[in-house]
T-cell receptor, first 114, second 110 residues
Framework: NAGVTQTPKFQVLKTGQSMTLQCAQD?????MSWYRQDPGMGLRLIHY???????DQGEVPNGYNVSRSTTEDFPLRLLSAAPSQTSVYFCASRRQTNYNSPLHFGNGTRLTVT | EDKVVQSPLSLVVHEGDTVTLNCSYE??????LLWYKQEKKAPTFLFML????IEKKSGRLSSILDKKELFSILNITATQTGDSAIYLCAVGTSYDKVIFGPGTSLSVIP
């Protein structure tokens, strides 16, 4: 099973450039979310979705957009990258119908903004 | 504002030692508390706790939740170098958010 797949694994952007981080899951999970991880700060929730067509903001949503047109995909868009967005980004999913199921994580995308 | 706090933030122990990692939380509408282990890449799931006082065990790892005092501990006995990792505590809320603490970085030296 592929589980949660994130692409690309690494990306370098210049300030002001835009890009989309891709996340796909093949487990038919309703719930998907994006986190960023910075040293000493754990994982901070950016955006999440409880199903196709539904998204909501997490703890640190500014500078990021999301959409959820299918159950499988949950892309994260940076419209104008800033050095403060240098981080490791993780996508995670779980079954929404069982609130007490753990999150399954992708392997992360390491983003550097210069 | 929902908050998850972990202590200590880092810890160095010798192989064979027993360690206790702490997690406290203040969230609206608590639903579950989760522990994850993170080595090089993605966090991997260890435990989920929803009820107070019931210990969960897996090998040398165990965890317990106190919903009255709003904290959980993760114990690791007879530590090995393979236990070196970041241990993350997270809390799930009924508003569908899963909030993580800053993590405890554990180093086990031979």
């Amino acid at each position: 099973n592929a589980g949660v797949t994130q692409t690309p694994k690494f990306q370098v952007l210049k300030t002001g450039q835009s890009m989309t981080l891709q996340c796909a899951q093949d487990m038919n999970h309703e719930y998907m979310s994006w986190y960023r991880q910075d040293p000493g700060m754990g994982l901070r929730l950016i955006h999440y979705s409880v199903g196709a067509g539904i998204t909501d903001q997490g703890e640190v949503p500014n500078g990021y957009n999301v959409s959820r047109s299918t159950t499988e995909d949950f892309p994260l868009r940076l419209l104008s990258a800033a050095p403060s967005q240098t981080s490791v980004y993780f996508c995670a999913s779980r079954r929404q119908t069982n609130y007490n199921s753990p999150l399954h994580f992708g392997n992360g995308t390491r983003l550097t903004v210069t | 504002e929902d908050k998850v706090v972990q202590s200590p933030l880092s810890l160095v122990v010798h192989e064979g030692d027993t360690v206790t990692l702490n997690c406290s939380y203040e969230v609206t509408n608590f639903r579950s508390l989760l522990w994850y282990k993170q080595e090089k890449k993605a966090p991997t799931f260890l435990f989920m706790l929803t009820s107070s006082g019931i210990e969960k065990k897996s090998g040398r790892l165990s965890s317990i939740l106190d919903k009255k005092e709003l904290f959980s501990i993760l114990n690791i006995t007879a530590t090995q170098t393979g236990d070196s990792a970041i241990y993350l505590c997270a809390v799930g809320t009924s508003y569908d958010k899963v909030i993580f603490g800053p993590g405890t970085s554990l180093s086990v030296i031979p």
